[in-house]
C-alpha cells in the first residue's frame, strides 16, 4: 500500500465517524439481508440496505488484478497505481481533485495485493451525484501527471529504503522468496527503487485499461440505497470500462519445504519465520485447517505456540501462525521473534509444536474453544460497521462463497469433528518446514 493510502475529507469528520459506527445492532450474521443487485447494464453486486443513516458505503475489486499483473521488471506498478487514481482524473488537476473530494466529505482509497486490486469509497447521500462521478472519473481518466507521479513515487521509495533496515521486514522478504522461489508471489509487491525508477505514465495507464474491466469487478454496498438506485449508480461507476480484462495468467504456486535460510544481522533480536503447506480456501477441508491453526497459533494467548514460547519459557513477546489463501497457491505460516543466543531453543520448540499437532492432534475441549471463539469473533471483526459489512460482501464473492455464507458459515464450522482437524493436520503438517532467521550469527 502507499504512503498516501486514503483520500479523505477533513470536513466530513462527522462523516467519518457516522461511518465508523454504522452497526448492525443485532450482531449475528443472519441479523445481515443481502441483496443480489443487476444493473441495467448487467453489472452486479451485493448490497445491505440500511436507511438509519444518510450514508453510502462501496467496496469493490478487480479479481486477479494484483500485484501479481505487474510486468517484469515493473514490480510495484500496481501499488504505484493506488496512489494515482485520486491524484487527478479528467480535466481535472490533482489538487482541485483532492479539494473537491474534501469538500463533498468523501472518502476514496485503493490497494493492492497479490491477488487483487481493490476500491473503497464512501459519500454523504447528499452529495452523491457528484461523489460517484468522481469515482467514476478515477477509474476511467486518471491523469498521471509528473509532479503526483513523483510525488508518490517518492513516498513509497522512501518506504522500501527504510525497511531495508528493519529485520522483520527483511525476514518477511527472504521468507517469501524463498517459499515461493520463481513465482509472482515471491516478488516484492510495493516493488524496488529500481524496478519504481521504470515506470512511467504509459505502464500505469496500460494497467489500468488491461485489469479494470467489468467481467473481474465485485462491488458490494452498504447504507442509504435501495437496489433500483444502487443499479443506476453501478453503470455511473463503472459502466464505461471495458467488458474483458486482459490478465496475464499466474501459475499454481507449490510452497517450498525443507530449507533452513538464516541472514546475519547485527540486531538486538533474532526474527524467526516458518512455513508449511496450506489449504486454498475452495478446499473442503477449509475450515479443518482454520480451526487447526488457531490452536496451534492464531488463537493469540490460547494457542499452543504461545503457551510453549511465551508462557512457559519467556522466549518471546508473542508468537503466532496464520493461513494465506491465495488465489494460486497457499501456505501455513508462522512467526516470532526472540534474543540470538534462544534462536535455536525456539525454532526447536516450533518443530516440536508442528509435530505434535501432526501426529496426535488437539482434544475435543481445545476444538470446542476454538469453534466458539471463531464463530463469535466473526460478527466482531466483520458485520460491526458499514465498512466491515462492505469489505466482507466483497470477499465472499472472491472467495466464491455464495450470497448465503454468513448465514451458513457457523453451520460449516459446526460440521467440523475433532477426526477432520486430525487428518487435515496430519496431512499439512507431515512435512519438513522452511525456516528462515534473520538475526546475529550463531556464536
Do not use: C
Not at 467496496?59 to 521488471?73: E, L, S
Not at 519467556?314 to 494465506?324: D, H, N, P, R
Not at 497457499?330 to 501432526?358: C, F, H, N, S, W
Request: proline share 5%; glycine share 10%; charged share 25%.
Amino acid at each position: 500500500m502507499t504512503m498516501k493510502a486514503l483520500s479523505f475529507g477533513l470536513k466530513s469528520l462527522a462523516a467519518a465517524v457516522s461511518f465508523g459506527l454504522l452497526g448492525f445492532a443485532a450482531g449475528p450474521a443472519e441479523a445481515v439481508d443481502i441483496q443480489e443487485v443487476t444493473s441495467p447494464g448487467g453489472i452486479e453486486a451485493l448490497l445491505v440496505e440500511d436507511h438509519s443513516n444518510p450514508l453510502i458505503a462501496l467496496n469493490f475489486a478487480f479479481k486477479g488484478g494484483g500485484a501479481t499483473q505487474d510486468p517484469d521488471g515493473k514490480e510495484g506498478l500496481s501499488n504505484l497505481l493506488t496512489g494515482l487514481l485520486d491524484e487527478g482524473a479528467g480535466d481535472i488537476k490533482s489538487a482541485d481533485f483532492q479539494a473537491k473530494l474534501d469538500d463533498l466529505g468523501v472518502s476514496m482509497s485503493f490497494d493492492t495485493g497479490y491477488d487483487n486490486f481493490t476500491g473503497s469509497f464512501r459519500t454523504i447521500t447528499d452529495f452523491e451525484d457528484e461523489a460517484f462521478d468522481l469515482l467514476h472519473l478515477a477509474l476511467t481518466e486518471p491523469r498521471f501527471d509528473e509532479e503526483p507521479v513523483n510525488r508518490i513515487r517518492g513516498q513509497i521509495v522512501t518506504g522500501i529504503l527504510a525497511d531495508q533496515n528493519d529485520p522483520e521486514k527483511i525476514a518477511g522478504k527472504v521468507f517469501r522468496e524463498t517459499v515461493f522461489a520463481g513465482h509472482p508471489y515471491s516478488r516484492p509487491d510495493e516493488g524496488t527503487p529500481e524496478s519504481l525508477a521504470t515506470v512511467t505514465a504509459q505502464n500505469l495507464k496500460d494497467f489500468r485499461s488491461r485489469v479494470f474491466a467489468r467481467d473481474d469487478l465485485v462491488v458490494g454496498v452498504v447504507g442509504d440505497i435501495t437496489p433500483e438506485e444502487l443499479g443506476k449508480r453501478l453503470d455511473q461507476v463503472f459502466g464505461d470500462l471495458p467488458a474483458k480484462a486482459e490478465l496475464t495468467p499466474v501459475p499454481m504456486a507449490v510452497p517450498v519445504m525443507g530449507r533452513d535460510v538464516h541472514v546475519d544481522l547485527a540486531v538486538p533480536q533474532t526474527n524467526i519465520r516458518a512455513a508449511m503447506p496450506g489449504v486454498l480456501r475452495s478446499d473442503d477441508d477449509f475450515f479443518a485447517a482454520y480451526l487447526m491453526n488457531h490452536i496451534l497459533g492464531g488463537g493469540s494467548f490460547t494457542s499452543w505456540l504461545y503457551e510453549e514460547i511465551r508462557e512457559k519459557r519467556g522466549l518471546a513477546y508473542g508468537a503466532y501462525s496464520y493461513l494465506s489463501s491465495y488465489d494460486h497457491g497457499a501456505l501455513l505460516g508462522i512467526g516470532t521473534a526472540t534474543r540470538a543466543d534462544a534462536a535455536p531453543q525456539t525454532v526447536d520448540i516450533i518443530r516440536k509444536e508442528i509435530e505434535r499437532m501432526a501426529d496426535t492432534g488437539p482434544t475435543q475441549e481445545e476444538l470446542d474453544k476454538a469453534k466458539a471463539y471463531v464463530k463469535g469473533s466473526y460478527a466482531v471483526r466483520n458485520l460491526d460497521s458499514s465498512l466491515a459489512v462492505a469489505q466482507t460482501l466483497v470477499g465472499i464473492q472472491l472467495d466464491d462463497l455464495g450470497k448465503d455464507y454468513i448465514d451458513e458459515r457457523q453451520a460449516l464450522i459446526d460440521a467440523v469433528t475433532l477426526d477432520d482437524v486430525k487428518a487435515t493436520a496430519k496431512k499439512l503438517l507431515d512435512a519438513t518446514p522452511t525456516v528462515v532467521t534473520v538475526g546475529p550469527a550463531a556464536s
